[in-house]
């Protein structure tokens, strides 16, 4: 499985971003997606996660702003980020979770105060 990312970018706080995973290769093995973030010097943390037709688990630090989707025809996952804080700044990467895990290469996302 192979997953590119797209859509960070550079926004003011109070923005909005919507992040898109996309997924190659053997997508049939995709149990659930994740989505991670990290920051220089610290480790990935993670963000949210959904299993196929399943509720995305949205992690506290980032819950009623953050939300996760799917669209199964396009292999497509989704992070989208309202109400974005300079603590948001980080690169993010998805995860797909199944047969194979992999990593997307990651989008830097940066939010000015």
């Known amino acids: 499985v192979q997953l590119v990312e797209s859509g960070g970018g550079l926004v003011q706080a109070g923005g909005s971003l919507r992040l898109s995973c996309v997924a190659s290769g053997r997508v049939g093995n995709i149990h659930a997606m994740a989505w991670y973030r990290q920051t220089p010097g610290k480790e990935r943390e993670l963000v949210g996660h959904m299993t196929g037709g399943g509720t995305p688990v949205i992690a506290d630090s980032v819950k009623g702003r953050f939300t996760m989707s799917r669209v199964a025809s396009k292999s497509t996952w989704y992070l989208q980020m309202n109400n974005l804080k300079p603590e948001d700044t980080a690169v993010y990467y998805c995860?797909?979770?199944?047969?194979?895990?992999?990593w997307g290469q990651g989008t830097q996302v940066t939010v000015a105060s």
């Open positions: 995860r797909s979770i199944g047969a194979q895990n992999s």
